[in-house]
């Protein structure tokens, strides 16, 4: 049982006058509440969950059980066809389920083993955590029966869903997304880079306050199975605050009171593309002809006119994994980490239990997690990187080998096992005070380095090039000796482009030489622009086109050196080529818009639900530490696809302060306000205040669900 209530606003005159009337009532009401113990002053022995003003769930369960059939039934609500669709996919059905579209979805999960495996993931699970899980897919499926009329019929065919659907989805998203994409199957040599994101640790002795404070700031796609969702949990044992990907049922970046942790996309390998020798009608390894194993998996597709198509989908695996390619005379099997790492979601889960570095470490230690850097901070001032994930423990290469395409007819290229916690690079307490990663190796993490790469095998991380975005992320916090939470947030909007202060400079000394008018005008532009990409930032479309028809790896006079990271690649190789090529770029410029100086925000354009706004921000290649991504939109603009989507800004003081975003919204459901509620901010480059004491939400109180 449940009921819901939205917050009425009246005049205070009304207020009083209706007040009167109901005061007689609203004592009975009382009075029922307070026998009943389900006063909003105290915390209920019901499960409820406040919804404040933007849409997120303050989840208040009365038992773990209880509050993940709470956070089933908030994710519903707020993205119910999104959820049921991913579920879909997890399954390896949507095509059954929606047509020829999802064909190829359904083959890579297939391929992968995702729902048998998660058959026994299920089983694996501790008995408390499978009841959780129970839990979960059981709010999920009580608001589908309490609210058919708010998801759309063509999702409905997922229903019931099951722990497995769960378990699937998570597999679909950490292993066969993030570890790997099928699309970097598709183009094995060389390996495509995945999603992005920025971290940032501070300790006490480089804070203003003297409190330690994260910065937590993944770059997803703003779509499908990259969407975050806010929340915060409460319930005996745990008050936690972040965001999980839609669909998992436990916060993946959090914090609480005492302790904090976000996740980059680490330069973890996690995959590898065997080549096999085909031999007969198997594999030739280890000088032995091995047949593959094969499965059959039936495939229905759903047609136009309702009907189905059935076909079978034939798998065959050798030692490595399962055969994703044969083309160009190759035949290529896929191995990839984590297939074992069934207690994912109890390690997130017990990671926002922790209460100290030590509790948290011991967490870690399980390495559970297949991917994706730690960044920590703590209220006892603690600070620490750590590398996480499971690195194959390989015979032989350095990075650069493994990214291409592997012998895969002798053992002696199989990796079987990974490396234990202890082997992992990590970073606690530097003396800098300072901890970044932009999805640079671990190396770089401060200065100096405290984790040192020639004390690790050649195969952990590459070595090589610092990206622009990285020295940025670096170069802010290096630069200040005390830095203060609204300080913290400000940089973290930074639009500068780290490559213009690189390079600008030569080109408009090599365009004052020449006697091209046009590019003598352009030249003039770029000298009064202020390097960012703000809004109103006139230059930044200018520069941002002349840097798009330039190879970056030829394109410097000095070249990046591991002695300069902070400082190189500089200076412009060809003087003559770069005029030649701004001018060729002015002229296009200024024909599409009719001005050289055409402001950042007209042509790149902040578009979700029915907003349509100017977008500051761009490309992290660039050195844009506010990072978007854009997608043209037909008509010579651009609209953000990618980037900056969950933000959260903590410092450790008592009690916590934090600010947050979710940059498009907590909702998707059609009939949600909250769909690109937090654009407006975005565009303004600010966070929201996040409530976190029952005080603070119910005086921001929207809606409230009590079970």
């Known amino acids: 049982m449940f009921f819901t209530a939205k917050t009425q606003l009246n005049s205070p005159a009304i207020w009083q006058k209706r007040f009167r009337r109901l005061f007689p009532f609203l004592l009975s009401i009382i009075f029922t509440v307070v026998v009943s113990s389900q006063g909003l002053s105290a915390a209920p022995k019901n499960t409820e969950i406040l919804w404040d003003t933007y849409g997120i769930p303050h989840i208040y369960g009365n038992s773990i059980p209880g509050t993940f059939r709470a956070f089933g039934w908030a994710q519903m609500q707020s993205h119910a066809n999104l959820l049921l669709r991913l579920y879909g996919q997890a399954r390896g059905r949507a095509a059954q389920y929606w047509g020829e579209e999802y064909l190829e979805s ?8 995702v729902p ?11 008995p408390a955590f499978r009841s959780y899980l129970d839990a979960f897919v059981a709010g999920i499926n009580a608001y589908a029966k309490k609210h058919p009329d708010l998801i759309d ?3 409905k065919v997922v229903l019931p869903v099951t722990p497995e659907d769960a378990l699937s989805h998570l597999q679909r998203v950490l ?6 994409a099928p699309e970097q199957v598709a183009d094995i040599s060389p390996k495509k880079t995945t999603p992005g994101s920025n971290g940032w640790a501070i300790a006490p002795k480089r804070s203003a306050s003297g409190k330690a404070m994260l910065l937590a700031n993944p770059h997803l796609p703003w779509s499908d199975l990259f969407l975050w969702y806010e929340a915060q949990i409460t319930a005996p044992g745990i008050d936690a605050y972040g965001a999980a990907l839609v669909g998992l049922p436990v916060l993946a970046i959090a914090f609480n009171d005492n302790l904090g942790w976000t996740h980059t996309v680490n330069t973890h390998d996690g995959w590898d593309a065997y080549e096999l020798k085909l031999q007969k009608d198997g594999y030739l390894f280890d000088g032995k002809v091995h047949p593959f194993a ?6 229905k597709v759903k047609q136009k006119d309702g009907s189905l198509r059935e076909q079978i989908l034939t798998v065959r695996s050798s030692v490595h994994g399962p055969i994703v390619s044969q083309k160009d005379g190759k035949t290529l099997a896929l191995r990839v980490v984590g297939q074992n790492s069934s207690g994912v979601l109890e390690q997130w889960w017990d990671m926002a239990r922790s209460k100290n570095l030590s509790q948290f470490q011991q ?8 991917m994706f850097t730690v960044m920590y901070a703590d209220r006892e001032g603690h600070i620490m990187h750590l590398f996480n994930g499971l690195v194959p423990v390989r015979q032989q290469g350095d990075f650069a080998y493994w990214q291409g395409i592997i012998p895969g007819d002798t053992s002696q290229t199989l990796w079987t096992k990974a490396h234990p916690y202890q082997d992992l690079p990590k970073a606690i307490d530097p003396v800098s005070g300072w901890l970044q990663n932009a999805n640079d190796p671990p190396w770089t993490t401060t200065f100096p380095t405290p984790i040192k790469a020639d004390n690790y095998p050649p195969y952990m991380a590459p070595r090589g090039p610092m990206d622009f975005r990285a020295q940025s992320s670096a170069k802010m916090l290096a630069e200040d000796e005390s830095i203060s939470f609204a300080e913290m947030i400000a940089y973290k909007h930074s639009t500068r482009m780290e490559l213009a202060d690189r390079i600008l400079d030569d080109l408009i000394g090599a365009v004052r030489q020449s006697n091209d008018e046009l590019a003598r005008r352009a030249a003039d532009v770029l000298a009064a622009w202020d390097r960012k990409t703000d809004a109103n930032s006139k230059g930044a479309v200018l520069f941002n086109s002349w840097v798009d028809n330039l190879d970056l790896d030829k394109a410097f006079s ?19 080529s770069a005029v030649k090529a701004l001018s060729d770029v002015a002229a296009k410029v200024e024909k599409i818009y009719g001005t050289l100086d055409v402001a950042w925000g007209d042509v790149f354009r902040l578009q979700y639900g029915n907003l349509d706004l100017p977008a500051n ?3 992290d290649d660039k050195g844009i530490f506010r990072v978007l991504d854009f997608a043209p939109t037909g008509d010579e603009r651009f609209q953000a696809v990618y980037g900056d989507s969950y933000v959260a800004a903590v410092e450790f003081s008592q009690p916590v302060k934090a600010q947050a975003l979710t940059s498009y919204g907590n909702a998707t459901q059609p009939n949600s306000s909250h769909i690109g509620d937090q654009l407006q901010l975005f565009a303004r480059q600010q966070l929201r205040p996040v409530w976190r004491t029952r005080q603070e939400i119910t005086a921001h109180l929207e809606e409230r669900t009590v079970f």
Do not use: H
């Not at 359904?106 to 083993?113: A, Q």
């Not at 094969?294 to 495939?299: E, K, Q, V």
């Open 106 to 113: 359904d083959k890579w999960v297939l391929t992968m083993n």
């Open 116 to 126: 048998q495996r998660t058959k026994t993931w299920y089983k694996a699970q501790s």
């Open 153 to 155: 019929d063509e999702v």
């Open 175 to 180: 292993l066969f997304s993030f570890v790997v």
């Open 294 to 299: 094969t499965a059959s998996f039936p495939l």
């Open 363 to 370: 967490v870690l230690q399980r390495l559970q997690l297949p």
């Open 558 to 576: 000095t070249p990046w050196q591991e002695k300069s990271p902070l400082a190189t690649p500089d200076g412009l190789a060809d003087p003559a």
């Open 617 to 619: 921000g761009g490309d």
